[in-house]
């Protein structure tokens, strides 16, 4: 048997035991866990040196580098993640809903745990605690596919957590890693319906799509995102200064930056000439459609590949429209569901956006960077979903709880 | 371009418009809808004999043509499902959470339609109308591609549906029917990842497992129901025959039907000679375990297929289990996480059973006949989902609707 087999079906008898666990037992776990991580402090940061030994031996780019770093402020900072969990509510056992049936059935629908969660992700070896603690909080098994890059340091952690929970209540392989990196075992994954219930890909677009292209598990999507914002005719020019400024540069590499600005062309008839100036004067390298070309010749002209491009860097697709409804078709095209705001003095215009646009955060005069499970007081989040299914926008605990009826009888038949 | 590919695209443009139409608007359509049916009954029987003769021609099993077979009576059984939406409560605009922010920011987690969904079903007219019908009362725009065996009456109650619609405010192309039943059209659904947002399979086994291994759309899986009652140590004789008769005898044919009986080999002892006569006195093929077996040769005896069978019919498949955490395993090994019962008079044994057993519906001394829209009290259903994203058990009006974060500021960056 292949370890991911082993590994899997290992998880999938654990996940039956974790379904009764108290939210006691589990927040003793987590605490736990935080504290191990620090005991094993020495051990994790040379194990990460290692990881970033190599990488660099390879050539990883910097940026690659700093997200498989570890040092010790970055690890206080995971083990106060771990323990800011404790403090969440746990959904697990919540009753949501009680029929009383005239023939004397009582019908109780109740959150339950999803099962084995698989998480596939790059680089980042906080993911591997992040997704343990989690899927742990919410009374799920997990098994972890991180990328060979970060091999050394996702063992490490996930030892250190089998070691604090060898001290608890809960089985030391509700979290488990998959140490053999390959292409295959991610493939393997993807097929397991057997024993697992969800897939969960964190990374690139290039990831995800791959796990939803050959998955037979269902996928809880999350991530990619080209966001948009469009300026309204009657969009007030500080605003809009403001806005697109934050959303386009406060961080460049996140999901809810800003991709792509669409303009009412009567806007830029009467700020144009002030405004795309500005935007440059900001740092922002923009890509421009032929309208803004003309009168901006330096500027890069947009190609099609640009309406649809998620730079994560200080670059900017900028499009002129005629109107609101143009803007929306824009969006809705060539837009990945995620985020998507509106400038506007005009309500009616900014409901019909926000009704019209199919994402899973739309906003009236404010920035797409808000899109986020801490600031939309959601606490810990395990990603923000584009799809439409089960959970949309930030995830929380509960997008890690599945339901289930439990039914009270005393003989009941069905007539 | 192909007759699916002309179709979804359609569907998504109209989708768009559906979003903001009213309750009032939807329900006038289905109104509007109900009444058409009735109005062109002769077309649609006639076009329904075409499907029967043709049937006969094949020489389909009776009980499939019956499936397919519309007749006056029938049709207004259909009209009245249609009729009844419109009093059911529109769950699309509905207020999740209104979260006010100390920045000033609303964030309004709103209900909104899933946009496009595909169903791919069997046989079945009936079920055209209905997808056809709860869609639009949650606002999608509908793709039916039903089976080659009821086309003609498919398309005469399509275009019945269209017909009605040019007289209301819903677009006709909200409902749209793929003629073209040949395998190519369903394949062609599965990856229209564009255009689609989820697929629905209804019907066979065979077919969900097609579409759940093929699809890249996410898909809504319903249906498979290998279901078990576990006799415990401590079960009421009588309401074991009770409940045991009901589960399996009363709709043979249906996905919470019972299909194999696990039996506390203590109870067995002491009232096995008396009750598994009972059962074949009522009329039911058992097919039992090795130790059942010796007691009654005349008997059947089990294969390890049988235990993971759906009969969908007078066919049980019985075995003996040491406790009730043998029951447990043997369930989650060879369930399908539809319906399951445990008959006992030990509420302790109860409460566990219905935690450890992984499936939608569990119950207590009560038949797992009950799992059902209209049982549970959610009025229409458009399938029981066994699996754990978005929805399980009855699916009714709320699992066809997605959520959305619509969110309103003055200005608001982030810091």
């Known amino acids: 048997m292949s370890e991911v087999l082993i590994k899997a079906k290992k998880a999938k008898e654990i996940s039956y035991q974790l379904i009764s666990k108290t939210t006691d037992e589990k927040n003793k776990a987590l605490f736990a866990i935080a504290h191990q991580l620090l005991e094993d402090e ?29 040092d010790s402020q970055r690890l206080k900072t995971i083990h106060h993640a771990v323990l800011d969990l404790i403090e969440l509510n746990d959904p697990i056992g919540e009753k949501l809903d009680v029929i009383q049936k005239e023939n004397g059935l009582e019908i109780i629908k109740k959150r339950v745990p999803l099962g084995v969660i ?30 060979s890059s970060a091999k050394y340091s996702n ?38 319906k057997e024993y697992l219930d969800v897939l969960i890909p964190r990374g690139s677009k290039a990831l995800i799509d791959t796990v939803v292209a050959n998955a037979t598990v269902p996928v809880l999507e999350t991530g990619a995102g080209n966001c948009h914002i469009f300026i309204d ?28 600005l669409l303009i009412h062309s009567n806007w830029y008839e009467k700020y144009g000439t002030q405004f795309i100036p500005y935007l440059i004067g900001e740092g922002i390298q923009l890509i421009v459609d032929d309208e803004i070309s003309q009168a901006f010749p330096e500027l890069q002209v947009a190609t099609v590949e640009d309406w649809a491009t998620e730079y994560l860097a200080m670059t900017l697709s900028v499009k002129l429209v005629q109107d609101l409804s143009d803007s ?39 920035s797409t960077r808000f899109t986020d499970g801490f600031e939309f007081g959601y606490s810990a989040e395990i990603g923000i979903s584009t799809q439409k299914l089960h959970a949309r926008g930030p995830m929380g605990l509960e997008a890690l709880s599945s339901t289930k009826y439990v039914i009270n009888g005393s003989g009941q038949i069905r007539k």
């Open 42 to 70: 020495k051990d994790i940061l040379a194990e990460n040196a290692k990881d970033l030994q190599l990488g660099m031996e390879k050539g990883l780019d910097s940026s690659v580098l700093d997200r498989i770093k570890l």
């Open 118 to 147: 698989g998480i596939i992700y790059e680089a980042r070896p906080n993911v591997t605690v992040d997704a343990a603690s989690l899927t742990l909080k919410t009374g799920n098994a997990v098994i972890l596919r991180g990328s």
């Open 155 to 192: 063992s490490v952690l996930v030892k250190s957590i089998q070691k604090a929970l060898r001290t608890t209540t809960i089985p030391p392989e509700a979290v488990q890693l998959i140490e053999d990196t390959s292409r295959e075992t991610a493939s393997e994954l993807f097929v397991l």
């Open 233 to 260: 005719e009657s969009a007030d020019l500080v605003m809009a200064k403001n806005i697109v400024k934050n959303a386009k540069t406060q961080r460049t590499s996140v999901c809810n930056a800003t991709e792509s």
């Open 328 to 366: 929306i078709e824009h969006i809705n095209k060539y837009g990945t569901n995620h985020s998507e705001a509106i400038i506007t003095k005009d309500e009616n215009n900014a409901q019909i956006f926000q009704t019209k646009v199919d994402a899973a955060a739309v906003y009236h005069n404010a």
